[in-house]
């Protein structure tokens, strides 16, 4: 049973920077994806970003583009969620996943962290 374990959410001002961490208990191979969704309260939880682990190629949820950066460090089994010019709207848990398809649906995704909030204050 892989286990993720997410880190580096908080409180942070609107126009602030956070960045999240997630790290995997195991290997994860070049077939497999990571992705960060997010779930706000009253809300299905959604797509934000993933990678493809074997050729870094990223996707972007188009509300987080040119905001948001997903990256990897894969000897520490690592995928990160820098997120930049936050929003109020921003405001939710932030899970990551792993799966083995390229997909923005949460139920692609076999493995899920705990989940970390992440608070944007106007």
């Known amino acids: 049973q892989v286990q993720l374990v997410e880190s580096g959410g908080g409180l942070v001002q609107a126009g602030g920077s956070l960045r999240l961490s997630c790290t995997a208990s195991e290997r994860t191979f070049s077939s497999h994806f990571m992705g960060w969704f997010r779930q706000a309260p009253g809300k299905e939880r959604e797509f934000v970003a993933r990678?493809?682990?074997?050729?870094?190629?990223?996707y972007y949820a188009d509300s987080v583009k040119g905001r948001f950066t997903i990256s990897k460090d894969g000897p520490e089994n690592t995928v990160y969620l820098q997120m930049n010019s936050l929003e109020p709207e921003d405001t939710a848990i932030y899970y990551c996943a792993r799966g083995s398809h390229s997909s923005s649906m949460p139920n692609a995704y076999t493995y899920w962290g705990q989940g970390t909030q992440v608070t944007v204050s106007s």
């Open positions: 990678i493809s682990w074997g050729d870094r190629r990223t």
